[in-house]
């Protein structure tokens, strides 16, 4: 049973940048690849970006293409998520998740089973 905590959230102007952090625990961190995902009030859920279980390998919506970085931290298990240029469309609640196919690229959060419980991310205008 994986846990996933997920901290980091917050108000921040237009322009500006916030890290996400996803923490780990009761797995094998460097076994799996991670997700994340966020959701805005009133829409679906949808796809931010991916990374293999390495690092090595990187994968962004393209909604956030060039403003966004994956990274993880093997030792640390945790996953985090830089936010530069932030706009107030990346409003929403943010959460990381991990593939059912534990080191599969996916992109659909169906294929996802588990979740942390989500932080919040405001962006005024």
């Known amino acids: 049973q994986v846990q996933l905590v997920e901290s980091g959230g917050g108000l921040v102007q237009a322009g500006g940048s916030l890290r996400l952090s996803c923490a780990a625990s009761g797995g094998t961190f460097s076994n799996y690849a991670m997700g994340w995902f966020r959701q805005a009030p009133g829409k679906e859920r949808e796809f931010v970006a991916w990374?293999?279980?390495?690092?090595?390998?990187?994968y962004y919506a393209d909604s956030v293409k060039g403003r966004f970085t994956i990274s993880r931290d093997n030792a640390k298990n945790t996953v985090y998520l830089q936010m530069s240029s932030l706009k107030p469309e990346d409003t929403a609640d943010y959460y990381c998740?991990?593939?059912?196919?534990?080191?599969?690229?996916?992109?659909?959060?169906?294929?996802?089973?588990?979740w942390g419980q989500g932080t919040q991310v405001t962006v005024s205008s």
């Open positions: 998740a991990v593939p059912s196919a534990r080191r599969a690229f996916k992109v659909a959060d169906t294929q996802y089973d588990y």
């Open positions: 990374i293999n279980w390495s690092g090595g390998t990187t």
